[in-house]
């Protein structure tokens, strides 16, 4: 019998991770709201508008790191131009706020600042259907998926891989900055859009407006990782984590690679580009440096310090990184630069697997020690026997058939093992405590040991048919 | 030349076309389908492939039957990887021609379309996916629908948990089903690469020094297991170790510099002057 889709979508994620949702849903549906609009503002738990904007960027950031996530921790493919996706969501959705503006501008034209300031009499024909709240969406998700598809079709296709694919992306980014940067482009150049007034018709530095951009920010964040959760660990997942092992193999078992690193890149530009759209109409501003290759580099020491291939991790590093950043850029502006390049060393060679990493190390650590010397190994050899001990399976939420059969059990196991946030295979997907095989490095691969045993079996034979 | 019979079953004996009543004698093309009407699987002729070059393969030709279980020998640079690796598509040749049965060219299908057609292949190094545990290699492996799309929304039923399990038992494994891959000893994964094929059903199954690393114990078993697979499937394996060779009794092709140099019984060509010569005359 199969599993009902239902039952297995919810349990891609442990219960703890729909706890934590539910809290993190309570916090930016409910608390935020009342925090700024219902308290006065010289309560002790008043949130100024300083916080939620900050707050809601960093929710932006986060659905980006996630993304990036996806991309990179996953499949293995890291990309250094997702500020690229960002910046063309945030100037898809820009552009309708621009039309927002109205007659009020400064020159009280129909047509935005920039374009009577070059002389334009009327919008470019890429202009088109901008005053549409529906198609500014949709251009946002769109445009930088158009894009991505694109490249992503030529690139895989080639089979650029590795290190060849980040210079390019980097280079793609760089690109698109300099061709934004010029006025005729027709986004306003070196100053972007910005003095927005309106969204939907509301005062955009509404208190009201501001919360509600923060809730739908919160909103995406949390589609994003739920979504992201079922996509880790479904039979889909399992074949990206097959290609960042080991791609060769997953063509040869019949899969075409193409298709799924199309698909995952696609799709995490596009929710890069949603992200960029709730970004803009919160800091009030796009210009062409959001496209600079230095901020898709952020992307990913965002990613790196909270730890690869975990989506919490991406969120957690992304926060860390991003408020650390906003506290430097006050108290130390000069040394953040130093700062975000010691960070991404550091991690690089301390911290491999991020800030998630250390702490699940630090949790085996102490598991261990609970245990008395049971290993992390017989921990997830106890989950395939369907020993009740197991984390993974409270974390699934449901029991595990309960018919007892192995086969049963193991694949409700091995259907929630896909990240294990938290569950008690943390640790499995640390490749520095995977030990090599036996025999890979003396035996097998040892040509001389292999010739001297063909050289062996022909003398053997020569100096019996000479005999005869 | 060949001394060794092979059973061959009633079910790799030529595709026979529905509905086709007028012409006994001959058979309809099914597009995609293996054809193996002429009782032969595998056709190599005259290929080339050259490196820079190097010749790493020079008018090679061959072909295996339907069912049977052939072993390929030759030294290092002889062009074996190199052959698996134009019959998997990985490698197209400069010139000649490959057919899987009567009608399959794979000098003109990618990786995945030749794997779908049947065609399984385990790599000298054993190559398996570490992160994953040996339930889900074997899980990815196993023969389906594998675009994405079905992929996004696939599970598992009955019937196939039960082949993983069976798949599992006869490699062995079945105490380390959920074990991260990685974790296995150097023996076992070779066994999980050569279940992961199992699961792909195919009809030709290309091995590449499959007990490279193995015990003696673990060697035998392979060899029985292989001889037990051939007359359903039909093997080609790459081998250095002659007991192994031996052991599967097979007809055997020696390569040499890139072409064919003998074929027969492992005895015969064990006594052909010039495989004695290629292996001993350096």
């Known amino acids: 019998m199969r599993t009902p889709f239902t039952i297995r979508f919810l349990r891609s994620m442990p219960r703890a991770g729909w706890m934590a949702l539910t809290l993190f849903a309570l916090f930016a549906w409910v608390w935020v709201p009342v925090a700024h609009l219902a308290l006065p503002s010289d309560h002790a738990l008043y949130l100024s ?13 986060m659905v980006v790191a996630v993304a990036m996530d996806l991309i990179w921790g996953y499949t293995g493919i890291l990309s250094l131009g997702h500020g690229l996706f960002f910046a063309l969501g945030g100037y898809a959705f820009g552009m309708y706020l621009m039309r927002q503006i109205g007659r009020d501008g400064n020159y009280g034209a129909e047509i935005p600042d920039f374009m009577v300031f070059l002389g334009w009499t009327e919008l470019p024909w890429y202009w088109f259907g901008s005053s549409s709240f529906i198609w500014a969406v949709f251009l946002a998700m769109a445009l930088p998926g158009a894009v991505a598809f694109v490249f992503g079709w030529f690139a895989f296709r080639s089979r650029i891989k590795g290190v060849y694919f980040s210079i390019i992306t980097q280079a793609l980014t760089f690109a698109a900055m300099l061709l934004f940067f010029r006025n005729e482009t027709g986004f306003g150049g070196n100053d972007g859009f910005t003095d927005f007034r309106r969204i939907l018709g509301y005062a955009i530095t509404a208190p009201e407006t501001r919360v509600v951009l923060f809730a739908l920010s919160a909103g995406l964040l949390m589609l994003c990782l739920v979504l992201g959760r079922y996509l880790v660990t479904s039979r889909f997942g399992r074949v990206l984590a097959a290609i960042r092992d080991a791609e060769s193999r997953v063509m040869f078992i019949g899969y075409n690679p193409l298709h799924y690193k199309l698909f995952i890149w696609t799709m995490s530009a596009m929710l890069c580009g949603l992200a960029g759209a709730l970004y803009v109409p919160q800091v009030g501003i796009i210009n062409p440096s959001e496209m600079s290759p230095a901020n898709s580099i952020e992307i990913a020491v965002w990613v790196a310090v909270g730890g690869r291939g975990t989506l919490i991790g991406a969120v957690i590093g992304a926060g860390a990184v991003n408020l650390a950043k906003t506290w430097f850029t006050v108290a130390l502006p000069d040394y953040w630069p130093f700062v975000l390049g010691f960070l991404f060393i550091a991690v690089t060679l301390f911290m491999p697997n991020g800030i998630v990493g250390v702490v699940r190390s630090i949790a085996i650590r102490l598991r261990r020690g609970n245990r008395d010397g049971r290993t992390m190994e017989d921990g997830r050899d106890g989950v395939g026997a369907g020993a009740p001990q197991a984390p993974v399976g409270q974390a699934a939420g449901i029991p595990a058939g309960g018919t007892g059969d192995a086969t049963t059990v193991a694949s409700s196991a091995a259907s929630v093992s896909g990240g294990d946030e938290v569950s008690g295979a943390v640790g499995v997907h640390d490749t520095a405590t995977v030990p090599r095989g036996p025999g890979r490095s003396n035996e097998a691969d040892d040509p001389e040991r292999n010739e001297a045993t063909i050289v062996r079996a022909f003398a053997d034979k020569a100096t019996k048919g000479a005999g005869a | 030349m060949s001394t060794e019979t092979i059973d061959r079953p009633a079910a790799v004996d030529g595709v026979q076309a529905p509905g086709h009543r007028d012409a006994p004698s001959s058979h309809v093309v099914v597009p995609g389908a293996l054809d193996l009407s002429h009782n032969v699987i595998l056709y190599l002729e005259d290929i080339s492939v050259s ?43 400069d010139k000649g021609k490959a057919f899987f049965g009567q009608t399959l060219d794979l000098t003109r299908m990618t990786e995945p379309a030749i794997a779908h057609a ?23 492996a196993m023969k389906a629908d594998k675009r994405v799309r079905r992929a996004l929304f696939a599970s598992l039923d009955d019937a196939q948990r039960d082949r993983i399990a069976t798949v599992l038992r006869r490699i062995r494994l079945s105490d380390h089903a959920d074990r991260p891959a990685g974790l296995l000893s150097h023996g076992q994964k070779q066994w999980l690469e050569i279940g992961m094929l199992l699961m792909q059903e195919p009809r030709l199954l290309l091995l590449d020094e499959p007990v490279a690393g193995m015990t003696d114990e673990e060697t035998e078993r392979t060899a029985e297991l292989f001889v037990s697979l051939a007359g359903s499937h039909s093997l080609v394996v790459v081998e250095h170790d002659m007991s192994f060779v031996e052991a599967l009794g097979g007809k055997v092709t020696v390569l040499h510099e890139g072409s064919v140099l003998a074929e027969g019984s492992l005895a015969h060509v064990q006594e052909d002057p010039r495989v004695i010569e290629v292996y001993l005359g350096r």
């Open chain 2, 118 to 140: 049947g065609i399984g292949r385990k790599f000298q190094k054993p190559t398996v996916f570490e992160q994953l545990s040996a339930f889900e290699n074997l899980e990815l």
């Open chain 2, 51 to 93: 490196f820079d070059g190097f010749k790493a393969l020079n008018k090679l030709s061959l072909a295996v039957d339907a069912g049977e279980l052939r072993c390929i020998i030759g030294p290092n640079g002889a062009g074996k990887t190199t052959m698996m690796d134009v019959i998997t598509g990985k490698t197209r040749p």
């Open chain 1, 49 to 61: 508008s300083y916080w939620i904007t900050l707050l809601g960027k960093i929710l932006c950031f």
